[in-house]
């Protein structure tokens, strides 16, 4: 397969875009590597679907250009890019068979009746569909039909990357995890380039090795499920990622150190006054706040119990906010003090993550 780079990609579906607002895209610089097992993630509107029909071939972006492996296809027609889809409702012929609808790719490119052959069994195989190969597309459940459009992109060898368009979403929950496991298996065993779109946090994240977070129409963080969720790098990824989201609070950066409501908060890599020109807001998610009693004074106002741990909610300052309690761990009934792990809590300035020059 390919290593896939978007080089400096806008777009807009106005005639003349002028403001920035006007843009669809507002700037991708990304490269998917080859063999790399990615999602798309990001909340309905915020350009999933355009930057994928720019990979495609289907929209011809603004600005900027889309090689495979170094070579510009900016210009090529979708047939010409060599991308199989799959995407939410399965696209497979009814009134064929299984084996029909794996060969039909093949046919067209003329390949001979053996070969044909050969590689429709090895693929059915791959995917557990030997035993339907035989039947009738029509008959079969929307997981299999799904499989069926994963496998006529998988028997061909010359495809350079299989997207995948919130493919799940006809599929009934108990079955979703399988295939989606299947999926993962499948991409460690033969390594091909994949992209899957979705806006589901829990499917990007047991599925991808990276995570590509979208909001707005920009990448806001490319990243492990452990690199989301343990330094965000935007607040949207805070919040998106994770439930419930970082906790944000209003905060100063001066001379001594950074304060919320006056109050300092220790941190491994406080930025420099200097570095802060904009909003600025402390970051920190509940599962790096803990109760301490030589901690911040603060208000607690009430307790969720989801089983396994418990939510608390509080107050510090004028400042609601959330912190996760395993099981185990006293709650205070009184004189609550929390600390907030100073190697997790960080300084955001309009959105983006600022951390300290190195010293
Ligand atoms: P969803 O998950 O709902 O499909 P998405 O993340 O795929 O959303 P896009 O469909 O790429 O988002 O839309 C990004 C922005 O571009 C949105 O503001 C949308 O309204 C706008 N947009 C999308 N398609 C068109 C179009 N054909 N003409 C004009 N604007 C469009």
């Given at each position: 397969m390919a290593e896939i780079r978007l080089d400096k990609i806008r777009h807009s579906y106005e005639d003349r875009p002028a403001a920035e607002a006007d843009f669809a895209l507002k700037m991708v610089d990304l490269t998917w590597k080859d063999g790399g097992a990615y999602?798309?993630?990001?909340?309905?509107?915020?350009?999933?679907?355009?930057?994928?029909?720019?990979?495609?071939?289907?929209?011809?972006?603004?600005?900027?250009?889309?090689?495979?492996?170094?070579?510009?296809?900016?210009?090529?027609?979708?047939?010409?890019?060599?991308?199989?889809?799959?995407?939410?409702?399965?696209?497979?012929?009814?009134?064929m068979t299984v084996y029909q609808n794996l060969a039909f790719p093949l046919r067209n490119r003329g390949m001979d009746r053996s070969r044909i052959d050969e590689l429709v069994r090895e693929t059915a195989q791959r995917l557990d569909l030997t035993g339907v190969l035989d039947r009738r597309a029509a008959g079969l459940t929307a997981d299999n039909k799904q499989k069926i459009s994963l496998a006529r992109g998988l028997v061909r060898s010359d495809v350079n990357v299989i997207m995948f368009d919130e493919p799940l979403t006809v599929i009934d929950p108990h079955l979703k995890w399988q295939l989606r496991s299947q999926l993962k298996k499948l991409h460690q065993r033969y390594n091909f380039t994949m992209i899957y779109v979705t806006h589901d946090q829990t499917e990007a994240l047991t599925f991808a090795d990276q995570i590509v977070v979208m909001h707005e129409g920009e990448v806001v963080q490319v990243g492990t499920s452990e690199e989301l969720f343990e330094r965000p790098e935007h607040t949207f990824v805070g919040h998106f990622i994770?439930?419930?989201?970082?906790?944000?609070?209003?905060?100063?950066?001066g001379d001594d150190g950074v304060r919320v409501d006056g109050m300092p908060i220790a941190l491994d890599a406080p930025p420099a006054p200097g570095q802060v020109n904009g909003t600025s807001q402390l970051g920190v998610r509940p599962e790096f706040i803990r109760f301490d009693t030589g901690g911040l004074a603060v208000e607690l106002t009430d307790v969720a119990d989801i089983g396994r741990y418990r939510i608390v909610d509080a107050i510090l300052g004028r400042h609601p906010f959330k912190i996760f309690c395993p099981e185990g761990v006293e709650i205070p009934s009184d004189n609550a003090k929390v600390r907030f792990d100073p190697r997790h809590a960080n300084v955001y300035v309009d959105g983006w993550r600022v951390e300290a020059r190195s010293r």
């Open positions: 999602a798309l993630l990001g909340p309905s509107g915020c350009g999933k679907s355009t930057l994928l029909n720019i990979i495609s071939g289907l929209l011809s972006p603004t600005e900027g250009d889309v090689r495979f492996d170094g070579r510009s296809v900016t210009d090529l027609a979708p047939d010409q890019r060599n991308i199989a889809q799959v995407f939410q409702f399965p696209v497979v012929y009814d009134t994770g439930s419930p989201g970082m906790n944000l609070f209003p905060c100063t950066v």
